[in-house]
Protein backbone atom coordinates (compact mmCIF):
# COMPACT_ATOMS: atom_id res chain seq x y z
CA UNK A 1 0.00 0.00 0.00
CA UNK A 2 1.14 3.56 0.07
CA UNK A 3 3.73 4.99 2.14
CA UNK A 4 3.33 8.37 4.09
CA UNK A 5 5.73 9.84 5.69
CA UNK A 6 6.09 13.05 7.62
CA UNK A 7 8.79 15.44 8.77
CA UNK A 8 9.87 16.30 11.34
CA UNK A 9 8.42 14.12 13.77
CA UNK A 10 9.06 16.44 16.69
CA UNK A 11 8.99 20.44 16.33
CA UNK A 12 9.40 23.17 18.89
CA UNK A 13 8.94 26.87 18.49
CA UNK A 14 9.35 30.41 19.75
CA UNK A 15 5.77 32.01 19.51
CA UNK A 16 5.60 34.24 16.75
CA UNK A 17 7.83 31.98 14.87
CA UNK A 18 7.21 30.14 11.53
CA UNK A 19 7.45 26.66 10.64
CA UNK A 20 7.32 24.12 7.62
CA UNK A 21 5.26 20.51 8.01
CA UNK A 22 6.14 18.31 5.19
CA UNK A 23 4.54 15.38 4.10
CA UNK A 24 5.92 12.80 1.11
CA UNK A 25 4.19 9.91 -0.23
CA UNK A 26 4.93 6.56 -2.41
CA UNK A 27 2.76 6.85 -5.18
CA UNK A 28 -0.21 9.02 -6.90
CA UNK A 29 -3.07 10.22 -4.67
CA UNK A 30 -6.43 11.41 -5.27
CA UNK A 31 -6.85 12.85 -1.87
CA UNK A 32 -4.54 14.52 0.62
CA UNK A 33 -6.16 16.17 3.74
CA UNK A 34 -3.54 17.76 6.50
CA UNK A 35 -5.32 17.89 10.26
CA UNK A 36 -4.31 19.32 13.45
CA UNK A 37 -5.51 17.10 16.25
CA UNK A 38 -6.01 18.95 19.77
CA UNK A 39 -4.75 17.91 22.88
CA UNK A 40 -8.14 16.60 23.82
CA UNK A 41 -8.12 14.29 20.56
CA UNK A 42 -10.48 16.07 18.03
CA UNK A 43 -8.79 15.90 14.52
CA UNK A 44 -9.52 19.37 12.88
CA UNK A 45 -9.42 19.71 8.91
CA UNK A 46 -7.17 21.96 8.05
CA UNK A 47 -7.13 21.39 4.66
CA UNK A 48 -7.89 19.12 1.29
CA UNK A 49 -5.50 19.76 -0.80
CA UNK A 50 -4.77 16.96 -3.83
CA UNK A 51 -3.44 19.60 -5.71
CA UNK A 52 -2.51 22.96 -5.42
CA UNK A 53 -1.79 25.93 -2.82
CA UNK A 54 -4.82 27.24 -0.72
CA UNK A 55 -3.95 29.34 2.47
CA UNK A 56 -6.56 29.93 5.73
CA UNK A 57 -5.39 32.74 7.55
CA UNK A 58 -2.11 32.12 9.20
CA UNK A 59 -1.89 28.36 7.61
CA UNK A 60 -1.89 27.78 4.39
CA UNK A 61 -0.39 24.35 2.14
CA UNK A 62 1.00 23.49 -0.90
CA UNK A 63 0.56 20.23 -2.58
CA UNK A 64 3.06 18.92 -5.72
CA UNK A 65 1.26 15.65 -6.95
CA UNK A 66 3.93 15.15 -9.78
CA UNK A 67 6.86 14.91 -6.76
CA UNK A 68 4.53 13.14 -4.13
CA UNK A 69 4.57 15.85 -1.52
CA UNK A 70 3.16 18.09 0.45
CA UNK A 71 3.69 20.94 2.66
CA UNK A 72 2.11 22.91 5.44
CA UNK A 73 2.77 26.61 6.31
CA UNK A 74 2.28 28.02 9.59
CA UNK A 75 3.10 31.57 10.01
CA UNK A 76 2.92 34.01 13.53
CA UNK A 77 2.64 30.42 15.30
CA UNK A 78 0.66 30.84 18.87
CA UNK A 79 0.42 28.45 21.52
CA UNK A 80 -3.43 27.65 20.67
CA UNK A 81 -1.17 25.67 17.31
CA UNK A 82 -0.02 23.10 19.71
CA UNK A 83 -0.70 19.39 18.99
CA UNK A 84 -0.28 16.55 16.14
CA UNK A 85 -0.52 17.42 12.32
CA UNK A 86 -1.35 14.84 10.35
CA UNK A 87 -1.58 14.48 6.88
CA UNK A 88 -3.36 12.31 4.85
CA UNK A 89 -4.15 10.26 1.51
CA UNK A 90 -6.48 7.97 -0.37
CA UNK A 91 -5.12 6.58 -3.45
CA UNK A 92 -7.67 3.40 -4.18
CA UNK A 93 -10.97 3.72 -5.49
CA UNK A 94 -12.24 2.76 -1.72
CA UNK A 95 -11.84 5.98 -0.07
CA UNK A 96 -9.83 4.95 2.72
CA UNK A 97 -7.21 7.88 3.91
CA UNK A 98 -3.83 6.62 4.62
CA UNK A 99 -2.18 8.40 7.34
CA UNK A 100 1.31 9.74 8.50
CA UNK A 101 2.83 9.36 11.68
CA UNK A 102 2.62 12.37 12.13
CA UNK A 103 4.13 15.70 13.17
CA UNK A 104 3.94 17.13 17.38
CA UNK A 105 4.34 20.81 17.21
CA UNK A 106 4.96 22.64 20.51
CA UNK A 107 4.70 26.64 20.79
CA UNK A 108 6.01 28.08 23.90
CA UNK A 109 5.02 31.04 25.02
CA UNK B 1 -17.05 22.29 7.40
CA UNK B 2 -19.34 19.85 7.93
CA UNK B 3 -19.94 18.93 11.05
CA UNK B 4 -19.25 14.98 12.68
CA UNK B 5 -20.91 14.43 16.31
CA UNK B 6 -19.23 11.03 18.20
CA UNK B 7 -21.06 9.67 21.23
CA UNK B 8 -19.97 9.30 24.32
CA UNK B 9 -16.72 11.20 24.51
CA UNK B 10 -15.46 8.97 27.20
CA UNK B 11 -16.66 5.55 28.81
CA UNK B 12 -15.28 3.24 31.36
CA UNK B 13 -17.16 0.35 31.73
CA UNK B 14 -16.38 -3.81 33.49
CA UNK B 15 -14.59 -6.09 31.62
CA UNK B 16 -16.96 -8.36 29.80
CA UNK B 17 -19.56 -5.97 29.09
CA UNK B 18 -20.33 -4.46 25.64
CA UNK B 19 -20.32 -0.72 25.26
CA UNK B 20 -21.84 1.40 21.99
CA UNK B 21 -19.81 4.28 20.17
CA UNK B 22 -22.79 6.20 18.00
CA UNK B 23 -21.46 8.45 15.04
CA UNK B 24 -23.38 10.87 13.45
CA UNK B 25 -23.15 13.25 10.72
CA UNK B 26 -25.05 16.72 11.37
CA UNK B 27 -25.48 18.06 8.06
CA UNK B 28 -24.19 16.24 5.53
CA UNK B 29 -25.14 12.25 4.44
CA UNK B 30 -22.39 10.13 5.05
CA UNK B 31 -22.75 7.07 2.88
CA UNK B 32 -19.33 6.10 4.04
CA UNK B 33 -18.11 6.06 7.71
CA UNK B 34 -14.63 5.01 8.87
CA UNK B 35 -13.70 3.94 12.27
CA UNK B 36 -9.91 4.27 13.43
CA UNK B 37 -8.34 3.23 16.92
CA UNK B 38 -5.81 5.13 18.33
CA UNK B 39 -3.30 4.22 20.83
CA UNK B 40 -1.13 6.97 22.97
CA UNK B 41 1.42 9.01 20.66
CA UNK B 42 0.49 7.04 17.60
CA UNK B 43 -1.13 7.82 14.46
CA UNK B 44 -4.72 6.29 13.37
CA UNK B 45 -5.25 2.93 12.46
CA UNK B 46 -8.03 2.02 10.54
CA UNK B 47 -10.68 -0.64 11.92
CA UNK B 48 -13.47 -0.62 9.24
CA UNK B 49 -15.27 0.67 6.21
CA UNK B 50 -19.40 1.44 6.86
CA UNK B 51 -21.54 1.86 4.16
CA UNK B 52 -25.10 2.32 4.66
CA UNK B 53 -27.07 -0.71 3.99
CA UNK B 54 -24.78 -3.12 3.66
CA UNK B 55 -21.93 -5.44 5.74
CA UNK B 56 -18.74 -3.30 6.99
CA UNK B 57 -15.42 -4.28 5.66
CA UNK B 58 -12.80 -4.96 8.50
CA UNK B 59 -9.19 -4.35 8.42
CA UNK B 60 -6.81 -7.29 8.17
CA UNK B 61 -6.88 -8.41 11.95
CA UNK B 62 -9.78 -6.90 13.12
CA UNK B 63 -12.49 -8.69 14.92
CA UNK B 64 -15.40 -8.51 13.69
CA UNK B 65 -17.26 -10.42 15.73
CA UNK B 66 -15.82 -8.23 18.91
CA UNK B 67 -16.20 -4.52 17.24
CA UNK B 68 -19.65 -4.88 15.38
CA UNK B 69 -20.41 -2.04 13.38
CA UNK B 70 -23.95 -0.89 11.91
CA UNK B 71 -24.76 1.65 9.72
CA UNK B 72 -28.14 2.01 9.41
CA UNK B 73 -28.60 5.15 7.76
CA UNK B 74 -27.22 7.65 5.89
CA UNK B 75 -26.53 9.75 9.06
CA UNK B 76 -25.90 7.04 11.81
CA UNK B 77 -22.72 4.59 12.32
CA UNK B 78 -22.52 2.51 15.76
CA UNK B 79 -19.69 0.72 16.58
CA UNK B 80 -20.10 -2.06 19.43
CA UNK B 81 -17.04 -2.92 21.65
CA UNK B 82 -18.35 -6.70 22.40
CA UNK B 83 -17.35 -8.32 25.77
CA UNK B 84 -14.83 -5.55 26.14
CA UNK B 85 -11.26 -6.31 27.73
CA UNK B 86 -9.11 -4.58 29.45
CA UNK B 87 -6.54 -4.51 26.09
CA UNK B 88 -9.58 -2.76 24.17
CA UNK B 89 -8.92 0.15 26.15
CA UNK B 90 -8.26 3.19 23.61
CA UNK B 91 -9.23 5.69 21.74
CA UNK B 92 -11.40 5.41 18.85
CA UNK B 93 -12.69 8.14 16.51
CA UNK B 94 -15.06 7.99 13.14
CA UNK B 95 -15.13 9.86 10.41
CA UNK B 96 -18.28 10.25 7.60
CA UNK B 97 -16.88 10.89 3.77
CA UNK B 98 -18.87 14.15 2.86
CA UNK B 99 -19.34 13.20 -1.19
CA UNK B 100 -16.42 11.00 -2.13
CA UNK B 101 -13.50 12.86 -1.07
CA UNK B 102 -13.32 14.61 2.08
CA UNK B 103 -13.42 13.29 5.17
CA UNK B 104 -14.74 14.55 8.81
CA UNK B 105 -14.09 13.17 12.27
CA UNK B 106 -15.69 12.87 15.29
CA UNK B 107 -14.71 14.25 18.33
CA UNK B 108 -12.85 10.44 19.83
CA UNK B 109 -14.33 8.50 22.43
CA UNK B 110 -12.14 7.52 25.09
CA UNK B 111 -13.08 3.90 26.51
CA UNK B 112 -11.40 2.39 29.72
CA UNK B 113 -12.25 -0.95 30.43
CA UNK B 114 -11.70 -2.00 33.72
Known amino acids: GIQVEQSPPDLILQEGANSTLRCNFS?????LQWFHQNPWGQLINLFY???GTKQNGRLSATTVATERYSLLYISSSQTTDSGVYFC???????????FGKGITLSVRP | GAVVSQHPSRVICKSGTSVKIECRSL??????MFWYRQFPKQSLMLMAT?????????EQGVEKDKFLINHASLTLSTLTVTSAHPEDSSFYIC??????????FGQGTRLTVV
Open chain 2, 27 to 32: DFQATT
Open chain 2, 50 to 58: SNEGSKATY
Open chain 1, 49 to 51: IPS
Open chain 1, 88 to 98: AVESGANSKLT
Open chain 2, 95 to 104: SGLRGFSEAF
Open chain 1, 27 to 31: DSVNN
